[in-house]
């Protein structure tokens, strides 16, 4: 029987909190289906610089490359967020994580449970039904484009949004790929009218679209996609765009599923694939308990399905949490007007609850 080495990543804030029960749900998938799943723990972040000096120390990343899969929390601390000076940075971690292991694509499905239509600030009437696969670019644009710096005694300052026809083609690719299995309806967005990466992405993008004639391809401005968002969101399919755009309209779009602490993504590229809320450290609700731990499980289920084909098991985790949401549980961040005190749980309630109907499933 294979072994599957997971390696969790809890990084900072509820990141240690939320992969604790992402961990328990694999636990309980593994007594289930009778898999063998071990686990190791490697530190990123700010819990890593205090530790060692190093937002990303060599020893996690030889960990990482050498895992099956990794259950990634969050990183970041509000100490840094107000000091712009700062030389060493909890996010350095991530991005250099997202470089070094090749995690060019960036899935976020935006998927809405029926029962939280009434935690979201969207009308019920225009969200329901919606269902969106952001595919993410992840190691290119601004976020790593060179020169990077200050000028002018540090008065001007300075980034460089650049991409390559290779980097657009194979996260297109992919997109491209996941449009086909679904409802073949791929929208990429840039901003044409005004960048030049953004028309090298368009061509790109156009020229691929020939070789896949079955799947209706429309371009979308990035102000634009924004609009639409909030006004038409079942008027989207896959959406393919850039890191910086991406990061911006997947915090946005998060809102049509009720609450960041519904969405799950899977970072992949040609090697190990890194599973993770698109939630932050949240330092505000840090330490108490608190935070919605689905975000992490629900990236799990993408762990089982996505890297070790495990769909059965994948299945089964997204219904414990759909089934948990039906009988009126929440945590506080999805609780409507009609949730009840008593259901309102914390963190550990609402896993065990999740734990306890994988069981019964
Ligand atoms: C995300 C986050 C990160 C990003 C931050 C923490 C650097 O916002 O994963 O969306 O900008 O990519
Ligand atoms: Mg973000």
């Known amino acids: 029987m294979t072994t599957y080495k997971i390696l969790v990543v809890p990084g900072d804030g509820i990141g240690v909190e939320v992969t604790t029960w992402g961990r328990k749900v694999l636990e309980a998938i593994a007594r289930k289906f009778n898999h063998t799943f071990t686990f190791d723990q490697a530190l990123i972040g700010h819990t890593a610089i205090e530790a060692t000096g190093n937002p990303l120390p060599d020893e996690s990343l030889e960990k990482m490359r050498a895992s099956d899969a990794i259950l990634f929390g969050a990183v970041g601390h509000p100490r840094y967020d107000n000091d712009p000076s700062a030389k060493v940075r909890p996010e350095q971690g991530l991005l250099r994580m997202r470089k ?13 449970f029926d029962e939280l239509l009434d935690a979201s600030s969207i009308k019920p009437e225009i969200l329901r039904g919606s269902d969106i696969l952001f595919f993410r670019e992840l190691t290119g644009d601004v976020y790593f484009g060179q020169p990077r710096e200050r000028r002018d005694n ?13 980097e657009v083609e194979r996260i297109a690719r992919r997109a491209f790929d996941a449009a086909r299995t679904r409802r073949k309806k791929l929208t990429s967005v840039d901003k044409a009218n005004v960048l030049e990466s953004s ?22 401005f990035v102000d634009t996609a924004a609009m639409k968002l909030i006004k038409d969101p ?19 779009a998060s809102q049509i599923a009720g609450s960041m602490g519904m969405l799950a993504s899977a970072s992949l590229g040609d090697q190990t694939g890194l599973y993770e809320p698109i939630h932050g450290s949240a330092p505000d609700i840090a330490g108490k308990g608190i935070a919605n731990p689905m975000a992490s ?17 994948s299945d089964t985790v997204i219904r414990a949490v759909e089934q948990t ?16 005190i008593g259901q309102i749980l914390d963190t550990h309630q609402i896993g065990e609850k999740i734990v306890e109907k994988i069981g019964r499933l």
């Open 234 to 252: 079942r008027s989207f399919d896959v959406v393919l765009t850039g890191n910086l755009f991406g990061d911006i309209l997947t915090d946005e």
């Open 100 to 112: 070094e292991l090749g995690l060019y694509a960036n899935l976020r499905p935006i998927k809405l």
């Open 325 to 340: 949401l039906k009988d009126g549980y929440r945590t506080r961040d999805i609780a409507d007007n009609q949730t009840q």
């Open 199 to 220: 028309r090298l992405w368009r061509e790109t993008v156009q020229e691929m679209s020939k070789s896949y004639p079955d799947v209706e391809v429309e371009h979308m």
């Open 154 to 166: 540090g008065n001007t300052a300075l980034d460089t949004m650049i991409y390559s026809r290779y």
């Open 297 to 313: 499980i629900l990236s799990v289920a993408l762990m089982l399905d996505i890297s070790f084909e495990m769909k059965a098991e």
